[in-house]
Every structure is written in structure tokens, then in C-alpha cells.
């Protein structure tokens, strides 16, 4: 009798710990995302004004300037890649989930996922040697094109696996009624999956939108307006790295307010994927 | 084989399947003419030389225990069946004496003309009552809006649903109850005005009450439609078919009048599974 009360208080003192541990290791997933929020609001907040958001950068030095052109160029290159990546990405996924046989959509599904652990690196010299050096110039283009490039996976898994989700019933149903395939794709499977396919588009704009490496051999960056596609474009990731390297006091206040602003936009499309997800994507 | 088919629709068939005449014969003509139909699911015989006639406007019943290839078989007769990879189907089916797997017929015009109810209600969650009745029509190019009206308030009568949806046509299909989901999903399959009625086990999911509902509906509907309907419930077959065949272990063991196959039953195995010995 005493050996089990003995067994019993060791347990629950083991499942405590271990408790405990857990909740430590949660804590540390956590704590550096806290800690660079706060880190980036102490540094960045107090450059983050209007001129900021106005202004192009001044010179080497001087007070004052903004990352106006930045952040457009990063709205222009991430509307490049989307108009790269979510076409190509969402009708890879219509074609996993609904046509392909099961041995052709075992190997795309194969290389997708390899193409997903491709660094971003390389994306930007493979798209420099195949747009930027044959015309002769960096440019928004190409930047958008590496982008698209590393959305085009991410958005073809995530379009699939909403899809597989559409209960079957719903597809014999509607070809039951002779409702030809392409149309009960589209306007049966596709609009009852519509909310996650675009959970997963803005997903992958949150995790492109941060890219720096694809940009340095594409679009490379621009200190000045630039609504020429096929020339160099500024990005907020590519300001701050050129910022966070310089000698300027005032180029390090402003390199940390474009952070604490690409951190804001990015916070804010998971928000917005989180207020999509909210509601139940399928009936089943 | 047949996804790759449907990507694009196929304009009709030259020879349209069957043009309805006007005199009809004082005999009634057959819907279906079924000869030594197999079927496969891989290695799985799921339908083993089935070969029947199943009469225009009739109920005709098909029993049997699970398993016994009797949904395959209907699925057989709107082409639903080669939705399911690695299927395999050899012998013939004549819809109004045409060949419905010849190689110029295309499958979404076959399912147009020949409707399905399934066993688990399905109204598309997306929409509403009304374009639940009307999705059939609608994605099949028919854009005029008093037709579409009509042919909905129509086929929700028929469907002994209007009454009790009049006031809610906005509302989700899928906020109705189950008996009333099933209702609206015959109402979809009959807006199409398809000549035949493939039904799949369409009351064994409903509480008794809805049951009666839809017996009654389909008893209704036999004026106008040739009826099929796969079915778990012994008594209900009895009730509503005029018709019927029983199925076991992939063969078509017995096919009669329903009266005389519930009380005369030819064969042993029949009568055993309609005593209640097994299945």
C-alpha cells in the first residue's frame, strides 16, 4: 500500500517537472520574438514618422529622409510575385488535388518540397544569370520573378492540401448533375476551399515579403523613385541591409524603422490570415 | 481515363442519345438494357455478369447485403463508377438503345440526362437553397433569370420542399435538417429534368419521418421518371419499387415484379435473405 502512495507522489512530482519543462521550452520559442519586437520598437520607433514614410532616402549623413521609395518597391515587387507565383502556384495545386496520376503527383510533389529547401540565395544568382545578365540590367523584373519563383511552392502545398480537404461528395455531386470537370473544379472544389487557398497566397507574401538575398543579385536597390520595372527598384529588406552597413548614425536609426515597419507588415498579414482562418474553411 | 475526358465538354453526340418519341409504344420500352455487365475495382469483382432490363417509369429496387455490388452497379449506369481509379468494366449498357460507354459519348452528357441522389445529402455548402436547385442549369451555361426562377420554384415543388423553404431561398442549403437537405438534393438532381433517377441508399441516413417524406416524393416522381434505387431496407423496396433485384456477392441472383419476388421468391437465396436468415 505505502510502496503504490510512494509511486503516486513520484509521478505527480515527475509530471510536474516535466510540465514545468515544457512550458520553459514554449517560453523560449516565444521569448525571442518578444524580445526582438521590443528591441526593434526601443531602436526603430522613434525614426518611424511621417517623413518616413514620405520621403527617399537622403545623402550620406545628412538628417532627415525616409523610405517612401522603399516601401513601394516592395509593395511593386511582391505584386510581381504574385502575379508570378499564385497562378502557377494555385493551378499546381488544383492539379495535385484533382487531375495527375498518383506517380506523376508523387514525383512533383517530391521536387516541390526540394524546391521549398532551395536557399533564397540561390533563387537570386539562378534569376541573375537567367534576366539580369542577358539584359543587361538589374531590375524589378527579375527581383519580382525570384520572389514568384519562392512563392510558387509554398502556395501549390498549401493550395493541395486545402483542396484534398473538400469532401469528395461535393465533386460526385456536382459531375452527377453533368456539370463538365474544369467547372466543378473551379466553381465547386475551389470556391468551397477559397478561404484557405488564400490563407496560404498571403502566407507565402509574409514569407517572401522579408526576402533579402533573392533581392541583392535582382533588383539590387535604388536610393531614388524608380517607376521603371526594368531597372533597378529599392525594397525595404535590401534599404536596410545597405542602412545597417553604413557608417550614419542616422542610417542605423532609419535601418532599424524600416525593420520595425517590414516586421509591422508581415504582423499584420498573419493577423489578417489568422481573422480568414476564423471561420470553419469546410463544411464537411 | 475519363478525367482526362471531361476536361473539355464534348459538343453532343451526333446521334443524340435517344430522342424521346412522341407515340409511344403501347408496350413500355426499356430504360436500361444491362448484358453481362463485370465490373473491377483492381483486383476486387465487384460486379460479376449482370444482365437485366430495368422498364421506363417504373421504381425498380435493388437489395441486397453490403458489399454485394449494388451501388457499383448503379454507378455503372451514369458512368459515376469510373470516377474511382484502377475501375474496369467490360459487357454493355443501352440507355434507350444507345451504347452509353461508346467512344464518342461524352460522360457529362450522359449524367445530365441520367440524375443521382446520393446516400449522404451533399448540398453544396457554398450556396444558398436557390442556387443549390439551380447550380445544375447554371454551370451548364443557362443564364436566363426567370427560367432559373421558375425551374426552381418548380423542382422544389416537385420536390415537396417549397412550402417549408419559401421564406429562406437565401438562406445555406446546408443550415436545412437532414430529411430536408435530402429533399433539396433531389430537388437539384430533378431541376436538370433528367429522364432517369439513380438513387443510392437516399433515405438510410433520414429519421422515419423523413423517410416517409421521401418514399412518398419518390413514389410521386415515378410518374414522370424512370427510377432506381439502391436500397439497405427490405420493406422499403417492398413499399415503393415496382421492380425489383437482388444482388449478392456480385451476382444478380434473382430479378422480378416486387410483389412476386417478396412472396413467391424463385430463388433459395432470395428467400433466404428476405426471411431474414442472412445479409
Known amino acids: 500500500m505505502t510502496t503504490t502512495v510512494h509511486n503516486h507522489r513520484m509521478r505527480k512530482g515527475l509530471s510536474a517537472c516535466i510540465s514545468v519543462f515544457t512550458l520553459l521550452c514554449a517560453c523560449m520559442v516565444v521569448a525571442p520574438l518578444g524580445l526582438v519586437f521590443i528591441h526593434l520598437v526601443r531602436m526603430g520607433a522613434s525614426a518611424v514618422n511621417l517623413d518616413f514614410f514620405t520621403h527617399i532616402p537622403s545623402g550620406p549623413g545628412e538628417p532627415g529622409g525616409g523610405m517612401a521609395n522603399a516601401i513601394v518597391g516592395t509593395l511593386i515587387l511582391l505584386g510581381l510575385a504574385c502575379a508570378i507565383g499564385v497562378p502557377t502556384g494555385v493551378l499546381g495545386g488544383v492539379y495535385l488535388s484533382e487531375f495527375g496520376s498518383l506517380r506523376v503527383n508523387w514525383a512533383i510533389r517530391f521536387l516541390c518540397d526540394i524546391l521549398n529547401g532551395v536557399p533564397s540565395i540561390i533563387w537570386g544568382i539562378v534569376i541573375n544569370g537567367l534576366i539580369v545578365i542577358p539584359m543587361k540590367s538589374y531590375s524589378a523584373y527579375a527581383g519580382g520573378l525570384a520572389l514568384g519563383c519562392l512563392m510558387i511552392p509554398l502556395v501549390m502545398r498549401t493550395t493541395e492540401e486545402v483542396l484534398v480537404l473538400v469532401p469528395n461528395g461535393y465533386r460526385e455531386a456536382a459531375l452527377a448533375l453533368g456539370i463538365a470537370r474544369w467547372r466543378t473544379t473551379i466553381h465547386i472544389v475551389m470556391k468551397s476551399a477559397a478561404r484557405g487557398i488564400i490563407t496560404g497566397i498571403l502566407l507565402a507574401l509574409a514569407r517572401v515579403a522579408g526576402e533579402t538575398a533573392p533581392l541583392l543579385f535582382t533588383a539590387l536597390g535604388n536610393s531614388f523613385w524608380n517607376n521603371d520595372l526594368s531597372k533597378p527598384i529599392a525594397a525595404l529588406p535590401l534599404q536596410i541591409f545597405a542602412y545597417a552597413i553604413s557608417p550614419y548614425d542616422n542610417w542605423h536609426r532609419q535601418a532599424w524603422a524600416g525593420a520595425l515597419v517590414l516586421v509591422g507588415f508581415i504582423f499584420t498579414l498573419n493577423i489578417s490570415v489568422r481573422f480568414l482562418t476564423r471561420g470553419k474553411p469546410v463544411r464537411v | ?279
Open chain 2, 1 to 279: 481515363m475519363e478525367r482526362t475526358q471531361e476536361i473539355t465538354p464534348q459538343p453532343k453526340p451526333a446521334a443524340p442519345l435517344a430522342a424521346t418519341e412522341q407515340s409511344q409504344p403501347p408496350a413500355s420500352r426499356n430504360a436500361f438494357e444491362v448484358a453481362n455487365l463485370d465490373v473491377w475495382y483492381g483486383q476486387k469483382h465487384a460486379v460479376q455478369d449482370v444482365t437485366l432490363n430495368i422498364p421506363e417509369r417504373t421504381i425498380t429496387a435493388i437489395i441486397g447485403p453490403s458489399g454485394c455490388g449494388k451501388s457499383t452497379f448503379l454507378r455503372c449506369l451514369n458512368r459515376m463508377h469510373e470516377l474511382v481509379p484502377r475501375s474496369r468494366m467490360t459487357g454493355s449498357i443501352r440507355f434507350f438503345g444507345e451504347d452509353l460507354y461508346a467512344a464518342q459519348i461524352d460522360p457529362a452528357v450522359v449524367r445530365r440526362r441520367i440524375g443521382m441522389v446520393f446516400q449522404k445529402s451533399n448540398p453544396f455548402p457554398t450556396m444558398s437553397i436557390a442556387e443549390n436547385v439551380t447550380v445544375g442549369l447554371r454551370l451548364n451555361g443557362i443564364r436566363n433569370r426567370a427560367f432559373l426562377r421558375d425551374r426552381m420554384e418548380q423542382s422544389l415543388r416537385m420536390a415537396a420542399l417549397w412550402d417549408e423553404v419559401k421564406d429562406d431561398l437565401g438562406k445555406p442549403g446546408v443550415s436545412l435538417s437532414g430529411g430536408q437537405q435530402q429533399r433539396l438534393c433531389i430537388a437539384r438532381a430533378i431541376a436538370t429534368q433528367p429522364e432517369v433517377l439513380l438513387m443510392d441508399e437516399p433515405a438510410s441516413a433520414l429519421d422515419p419521418i423523413a423517410t416517409m417524406k421521401v418514399e412518398e416524393l419518390i413514389h410521386q416522381l415515378s410518374r414522370d421518371y424512370t427510377i432506381v434505387i439502391v436500397t439497405h431496407n427490405m420493406q422499403q423496396a417492398s413499399r415503393v419499387s415496382d421492380k425489383t433485384a437482388f444482388f449478392y456477392l456480385g451476382k444478380l441472383v434473382e430479378f422480378n415484379d416486387t410483389d412476386q419476388l417478396f412472396t413467391r421468391p424463385r430463388e433459395k437465396q432470395t428467400e433466404d435473405y428476405i426471411s431474414g436468415r442472412f445479409g
